[in-house]
């Protein structure tokens, strides 16, 4: 018996969340697409589904717990497991100088880009544990990482902006400390690559395809693939 492979995907309206659910759908696959906006969300879940991806919009602002539990039950009613979660969402916020940057700066950031992939994760842990091959993939990047932004051969080490680096630094470590308790489920961290959407106004020089490379590859691992790993799409990246 063949059953179809889950997977929600958050803040995939634009960017590289469509693109991802968009590949995903070429596998056949039954994917939620999460957008904090229905009408935004609504256009985008059409757009694929026009195009053959079996896709399903869910509400999803993941800034707010009564938005992820929603979307928990929205799920859950469709599906008794969940097989890969993708938290993409994520905001770089504004970029101001370090010394000039103040406590008030990190804290939309770090909603969004760490405290909400906790929350959303551990909301859907128990739709998780019931898939046979739990897969969660943390959308991170390369700013976060100590070793690509002090190499002054990476473009990474060109570009500052505290709350963005560090939320996607604390990204990382939150994955490697879920992976060494939650041994069922394969947890790892992507790096896409500076990639042309509107997160950077279109100033990335990898197309979505290169930039989703990586995401696609931690949703797709097979059951003796890594765990509590970080990855872009030549492979392992350096902490
Ligand atoms: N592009 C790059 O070069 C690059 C490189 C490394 C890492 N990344 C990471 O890749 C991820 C996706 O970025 P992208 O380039 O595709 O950016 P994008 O085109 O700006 O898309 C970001 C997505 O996140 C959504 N989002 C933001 N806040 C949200 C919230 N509270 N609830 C739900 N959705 C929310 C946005 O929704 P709205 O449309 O409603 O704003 C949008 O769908 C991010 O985590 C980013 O840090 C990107």
Redesign the pocket.
């Known amino acids: 018996m063949t059953t179809t492979t889950t997977a929600l995907v958050?803040?995939?309206?634009?960017?590289?969340?469509?693109e991802t659910v968009r590949r995903l759908g070429e596998l056949g696959w039954q994917i939620f697409l999460?957008?904090?906006?229905a009408d935004?969300g609504k256009r985008a879940a059409v757009e694929l589904a026009e195009q053959g991806v079996n896709v399903e919009f869910v509400h999803?602002?993941?800034?707010?717990t009564d938005?992820i539990a929603a979307a928990v039950a929205a799920v859950g009613a469709r599906i008794t497991a969940l097989d890969v979660l993708i938290n993409?969402?994520?905001?770089?916020g504004a970029f101001i100088p370090p010394q000039e940057t103040q406590a008030a700066d990190f804290r939309a950031v770090f909603?969004?880009?760490v405290f909400?992939p906790v929350q959303v994760t551990h909301a859907f842990l128990p739709l998780l544990r019931a898939a046979t091959q739990p897969r969660v993939v943390m959308?991170?990047?390369?700013?976060g990482s100590l070793t690509i932004t002090s190499d002054p051969d990476r473009v990474e080490s060109t570009l500052l902006n505290l709350p963005?680096t560090s939320s996607?630094s604390a990204l990382n470590m939150i994955t490697s400390q879920y992976a060494r308790e939650l041994t069922g489920i394969q947890i790892n961290a992507a790096?896409?690559?500076?990639?042309?959407?509107?997160?950077?106004s279109h100033a990335?020089y990898?197309t979505l395809t290169e930039?989703t490379d990586a995401i696609v590859r931690l949703a797709t691992l097979g059951p003796d693939g890594p765990t509590g790993g970080y990855f872009d799409r030549q492979g392992p990246v350096p902490w």
């Open positions: 958050t803040g995939a309206n634009k960017g590289l969340g469509y999460g957008a904090r906006d935004r999803l602002d993941v800034t707010s938005s993409n969402a994520g905001i770089p909603e969004t880009n909400a959308v991170s990047s390369g700013m963005y996607k790096d896409p690559g500076y990639t042309a959407t509107d997160f950077n990335g990898q930039g």
